[in-house]
């Protein structure tokens, strides 16, 4: 139960934003409580043991770390290692009836020349270097100004400096500069997975939510390299914690809050357990669950959309997340990728540019895509650490599946049998690129049962209360305030406000909310320290 009647500042769930924010505040001296509705805190940033009686702990959710800065690692002292991947992506490809496919990494002369051998020329090898090149300076000016004071839409082109850059993330469906940067299909569709992990829409969205993904998928510590932590996600937030334990925060596991009044200046939130119920007092609340879910706790109406940018159309996920345990890596049925190589980086599934659309199109009709894209990584052949060593010498492997194109919509009325439909097809087309079936390869758990596991976005909704099943809570927002925006309060200021004084987001629903960043955590605690 809580120490204390009230609190300088109470945080609604322990995820790893809200710990951010515990971690900040209690370090500058406040008096700060977390109140988490698990029986743990780490929110999506997980590790566990999925399958009985298997020594394998499993990223189970989020998986891939980016966007969390240096900035916060060091400021909080975190122990914390991050791993960079060999490769960045491998993606297979039929061509005049002969198997093949693009590896990108392993150094310019790999890269350049597996492009010459999916293409026939230099050209796309040239045109990807000029996109790199484009994104890379983005990626330099727009990272480090997602923890300062939110700029003006103005000041963040006037730092950008690139109009065609600007045009063409900011401005423009992001389909139009892949469309005229880049010839061939699949090289197309490599590029444009960035825009829509995570998020239901297409190259051409007049909305640019596709857009918003995408950049923030490009500019992850100036880099846009997405980072292996080792021990799995559940490293993360254990390291979070421990910073804000060792700062003096009090975090409470077990305790769903129920209801938050304000009347701007103090708050009340009231909280249960499974043998009673409670109200804490507080100064300010910082919400670490999606802007849906804080209209419910203030009894107020569900808004539509999320975030500060708030679209006409219901909040709804859009991904099918699948963990599998191999007892070896599957061959493949190009026979010039290294398995150990393709699958060491992303490893893309019917991610072709036309592949991408037609999936999108049935996806909208209503129906399961035919041929699910997805996306596959081998957290394992980077940081075997999430394998016990009995495994890890019998040589072992884990697969992280994310799938695309998946909304809500397509499991409303059974959300079971279509997992299971799903699952099926979804195995079927990566078996399309194996030279194995992939289910060959799976180990099996102390039951039996093969070791595979899957989510669909209702079952991330109903287990970590992701507003319908949405990994951002939402769709995301470009990282700035319109110019004619007010942004006087410190909560403005920094992007976390609500339509009370006193209660901040601190999760992905705020503006340069979304993935694992600690990003908006940071930012509400500046906000309550005055900054």
């Known amino acids: 139960m809580p120490a204390l009647a009230s609190y300088d500042a109470v945080i609604v ?3 790893h934003n809200g710990l951010v924010a515990a971690a900040y505040l209690a370090r500058a001296g406040r008096r700060v409580l977390v109140l988490e509705r698990l029986d743990h805190p780490g929110g999506a940033a997980v590790s566990a043991p999925p399958f009985p009686g298997v020594a394998a702990r499993l990223s189970r959710y989020a998986y891939l770390v980016s966007l969390l800065p240096e900035r916060i690692v060091a400021d909080l002292g975190l122990r914390l290692t991050l791993r960079k991947r060999a490769f960045s992506s491998y993606t297979p490809v039929v061509r005049d009836g002969r198997p093949t496919g693009l590896l990108v990494g392993g150094g310019e002369s790999r890269t350049r020349a597996a492009f010459a051998r999916l293409t026939g020329s230099d050209r796309e090898y040239e045109a990807w270097l000029r996109f790199s090149d484009m994104t890379r300076r983005l990626a330099v000016r727009v990272f480090p100004t997602l923890t300062e004071p939110l700029p003006r839409r103005a000041g963040l082109r006037a730092r950008i400096a690139d109009d065609a850059a600007w045009r063409a993330v900011f401005e423009r469906p992001i389909g139009e500069v892949v469309e005229a940067t880049f010839q061939d299909d699949l090289v197309r569709g490599v590029v444009l997975t960035d825009a829509l992990i995570g998020t239901f829409s297409h190259a051409h969205d007049p909305s640019l939510r596709q857009n918003r993904c995408f950049l ?15 021990g799995g996600m559940g490293a993360v937030t254990d390291a979070l914690a421990d910073a804000a334990h060792a700062a003096g925060a009090e975090i409470v596991t077990g305790h769903e809050v129920t209801a938050i009044a304000t009347d701007g200046l103090t708050a009340e939130v009231g909280y249960r357990t499974d043998v009673a119920t409670g109200v804490v007092g507080a100064d300010a609340v910082l919400v670490n669950a999606s802007p849906r879910e804080l209209a419910q706790l203030l009894g107020e109406p569900a808004p539509v959309g999320a975030g500060s940018r708030p679209g006409p159309e219901p909040v709804e996920g859009a991904q099918f997340k699948v963990n599998m345990l191999l007892r070896r890596l599957p061959a493949l049925r190009d026979p010039a990728a290294d398995p150990r190589e393709a699958l060491a980086g992303t490893f893309h599934v019917a991610e072709g540019y036309e592949q991408l659309e037609t999936a999108y199109r049935q996806a909208a009709a209503g129906e399961l895509p035919a041929a699910p894209p997805s996306e596959i990584y081998c957290h394992s052949l ?37 997992r299971d439909r799903l699952l099926t097809a979804t195995l079927g087309t990566l078996n399309g690129l194996l030279a194995e079936p992939i289910e060959d ?18 079952d991330l909704e109903a287990e970590l209360g992701l507003p319908g099943g949405h990994i951002f809570h939402g769709d995301l927002a470009f990282p700035f305030a319109e110019d004619d925006e007010e942004t006087t309060t410190p909560a403005a200021r920094w992007g976390v406000a609500t339509g009370h004084a006193n209660v901040l987001l601190c999760g992905s629903g705020a503006v340069r909310g979304g993935g694992v960043s600690g990003v908006p955590g940071h930012n509400a605690a500046m906000a309550v320290l005055g900054g």
């Open 13 to 15: 769930g322990g995820g």
């Open 216 to 230: 923030y998928h490009v500019i992850g510590q100036g880099t846009g390299d997405w980072d292996v932590p080792v």
């Open 382 to 418: 980077t940081d075997p650490s999430i394998l016990s060593p009995e495994l890890a010498a019998l040589g072992y492997q884990t697969l992280t599946l994310f799938g695309l194109h998946t909304p809500a919509r397509l499991f409303a009325e059974d959300n079971a049998g279509a």
């Open 441 to 458: 390869c799976l180990a099996v758990d102390a039951t039996g049962r093969p070791c595979v596991e899957a989510k669909t976005p209702l």
